[in-house]
Nanobody, 120 residues
């Protein structure tokens, strides 16, 4: 049974940092890409970052230089380090597994999400 469980969300002031984790079970990080999606209130789900088995990463333009996605293969965990957070980063963050990085419709498995609030 495949499970993805996010943790690490919370409330932080602009300029602050958070580190999200996605604990993965039931599939191999060497085969599946793990994407971090986010969904702001009233908006659609968008890709924030993605990492594939060879360590290839993708970031949307608005988070480049501020977010870093990484994997801990020994513990089957994917991390999203978020620095210099902005109010526009507010939303529910989901991790998802798919064969490739891509749109939400192409993902095979999803976590339930963790809420990030960036506000003063």
């Amino acid at each position: 049974q495949v499970q993805l469980v996010e943790s690490g969300g919370g409330s932080v002031e602009p300029g602050g940092s958070l580190r999200l984790s996605c604990a993965v079970s039931g599939l191999s990080l060497n085969i599946y890409a793990i994407s971090w999606f986010r969904q702001a209130p009233g908006k659609g789900r968008e890709t924030a970052a993605c990492i594939m088995g060879e360590g290839v990463t993708y970031y949307r333009d608005s988070v480049k230089g501020r977010f870093t996605v990484s994997t801990d293969n020994a513990n089957n965990t994917v991390w999203l380090q978020m620095n210099s957070l902005k109010p526009d980063d507010t939303g529910v963050y989901f991790c998802a597994a798919g064969i490739l990085c891509g749109a939400a419709g192409g993902m095979d498995y999803w976590g339930k999400g963790t809420l990030v609030i960036v506000s003063s």
